[in-house]
């Protein structure tokens, strides 16, 4: 017989709206190959109207993280499985992206780093290890963590969230539940971001819709922050670290639009600002030296719209 914390795990997951049966798929089994790819479309098409819904409450966590950061703070994404894969993933890509300390942005994964390759059983259960994790890294009240947990019951997760909050760092939810789905797991955040996607095309397969749904919100969370911060001109990375020989060639491309240079042009510009594209750009668009450059981009706080002279982003 099962004791009585296995019920209360039975019970709560048998509200969770994640963990549901979806009608539209029950006979999933007997459609044909194109009809299954249909129905999963149609539940993928139902993610980004629900994404767009919580809105408000993304705005809020960049506000939140944009004002840490700028204090000296560093976002935590905290998660277990597909949810903590996800949260990685975003973290890693925002240095080549935008030119940021792999310190700023951190993905911690519960059972990292065998989980990020494979299952780790279990892990989403070690509650005391999210906090170690944290601490670990030197979790501050200047700091944000992202609680990523499709359940919103994720005990890992809310460990982490439960401990930020003890030390006073920033805190933000994103679940696919909405408040009360796991009465037992709620615990107060500054930020919840909860949109509701319906059951999924396989019940509880959480890496299909509400993982798709958690990838958007991390690339809105993470772009936008990163926008506030300077690291984008336009709709350009000019921040980008060029570590490959395809994001040098992005990096002479960014020059030959910011600039209206050929090629040859972009490339001396490039190595005059010692590879900087931001310091390339100030250099051909204003005529100056490299070190004049980076003195009017620090001066700008490392925003280039605000170092040419031009209106400030609002």
């Not at 560093?74 to 949810?83: E, M, P, Q």
Request: charged share 20%; net charge negative.
């Amino acid at each position: 017989m099962p004791d009585q914390s296995d019920r209360e795990v039975f019970a709560e997951l048998t509200g969770l709206t994640t963990e549901a049966v979806n009608p539209r798929t029950a006979d999933l089994d007997r459609r044909s190959v194109t009809e299954i790819l249909a129905l999963i479309n149609d539940e993928d098409s139902t993610v980004a109207p629900a994404v767009r819904s919580e809105l408000p409450a993304i705005a809020r966590a960049v506000e939140l993280i944009v004002d840490r950061i700028a204090c000296g703070g560093r976002l935590f994404y905290v998660g277990a499985g597909t949810s903590g894969r996800l949260g990685v993933l975003d973290a890693a890509e925002c240095p080549p992206t935008f030119g940021t300390d792999p310190e700023l942005v951190q993905g911690v994964l519960a059972g990292a780093p065998p989980a990020l390759v494979g299952a780790v059983e279990g892990a989403e259960d070690a509650a005391a290890e999210a906090p170690a994790a944290l601490d670990a890294r030197g979790l501050a009240a200047c700091d944000v963590v992202v609680g990523i947990a499709a359940s919103r019951r994720t005990p890992f997760v809310v460990s982490a969230l439960a401990h930020a909050r003890a030390v006073g760092a920033g805190t933000v939810l994103v679940a696919m539940n909405a408040a009360g789905a796991a009465p037992q797991a709620d615990i107060s955040v500054d930020v919840a971001i909860t949109p509701v996607l319906g059951p999924e095309v396989i019940m509880g397969s959480t890496r299909m819709k509400a993982g798709t749904a958690q990838k958007l919100i991390l690339n809105m969370i993470s772009t936008t922050v990163m926008v506030r911060h300077g690291k984008v001109y336009g709709n350009l990375m000019v921040d980008l670290r060029a570590t490959s020989r395809k994001l040098a060639e992005r990096a002479k491309r960014l020059v030959m639009i910011t600039c209206g240079v050929d090629y040859e042009k972009a490339a001396q510009l490039l190595a005059a600002a010692g590879g900087s594209v931001k310091v390339a750009i100030l250099i051909g668009r204003l005529g100056v030296d490299r070190e004049d450059a980076e003195r009017r981009l620090a001066a700008a706080a490392g925003f280039v719209r605000r170092a040419l002279g031009e209106e400030p982003a609002a």
